[in-house]
């Protein structure tokens, strides 16, 4: 089965430049979770989207946000982007069945955004 | 005071030996603990996933989760070069099980 895919890997940007990173859940995920991981702070929760719907939010300014389409396809988007945006962003993937199980997360290889 | 506490090392040891990494929390409504390995540059690899206490074991893997301590550990037996990687340990609680708190990572060198 095909791991969680995203893309592109590598994107430059310039500060105030607004950027859209896609990902690919493994196949027959629900759950699209995506993450910022800096050096300083580490992995940080952004949002998690199930079912189209954005269920948990992380405590990023609203300059971040995402979609998840019907196939469950996710796509993040960062508007006006400043300095501090330089991060690598993960994307992660979770069955979660039905009956309530399946929450392990699966990353993918993430985008490594650098903005100038 | 971070929710989850993680050794960032780095943390050197010999090929073969034990390695013992462990991360202490301070929310009690922790439910879902995981591992992930992390090599340069790559995204995090899933290692072990345990719900609520106990013990879980996969291959040369083991997670232990104390709930009474708030602590949890992974240990590696038989320790390899290929070992050699950051490792984070990161939990949930049940209201919002898919959004994880991550500890820093401890960064584990096995050397020849």
């Known amino acids: 089965k095909a791991g969680v895919t995203q893309t592109p890997r590598y994107l430059i940007k310039t500060r105030g430049q607004q950027v859209t990173l896609s990902c690919s859940p493994i196949?027959?995920?629900?759950?699209v979770s995506w993450y910022q991981q800096t050096p300083g702070q580490g992995l940080q929760f952004l949002f998690e989207?199930?079912?189209?719907?954005?269920?948990n939010k992380g405590n990023f300014p609203g300059r971040f946000s995402g979609r998840q389409f019907s196939n469950s396809r996710s796509e993040m988007n960062v508007s006006t982007l400043e300095l501090g945006d330089s991060a690598l962003y993960l994307c992660?993937?979770?069955?979660?069945?039905?009956?309530?199980?399946?929450?392990?997360?699966?990353f993918g290889p993430g985008t490594r955004l650098t903005v100038t | 005071q971070k929710e989850v506490e993680q050794d960032p090392g780095p943390l050197s040891v010999p090929e073969g030996a034990i390695v013992s990494l462990n991360c202490t929390y301070s929310n009690s409504a922790f439910q879902y603990f995981m591992w992930y390995r992390q090599y340069s540059r790559k995204g995090p690899e899933l290692l072990m996933y345990?719900?609520?206490?106990g013990n879980k074991e996969d291959g040369r893997f083991t997670a232990q989760v104390d709930k009474s301590s708030k602590y949890i550990s992974l240990f590696i037996r038989d320790s390899q070069p290929s070992d050699s990687a950051t490792y984070l340990c990161a939990m949930s609680h049940t209201g919002t099980a898919s959004k994880l708190t991550f500890g820093t990572g401890t960064r584990l060198q096995v050397t020849l």
């Open positions: 989207y199930f079912s189209e719907t954005q269920r």
């Open positions: 345990t719900y609520s206490s």
């Open positions: 196949s027959g995920h629900r759950s």
């Open positions: 992660a993937s979770s069955l979660v069945a039905v009956s309530g199980s399946g929450y392990e997360q699966y």
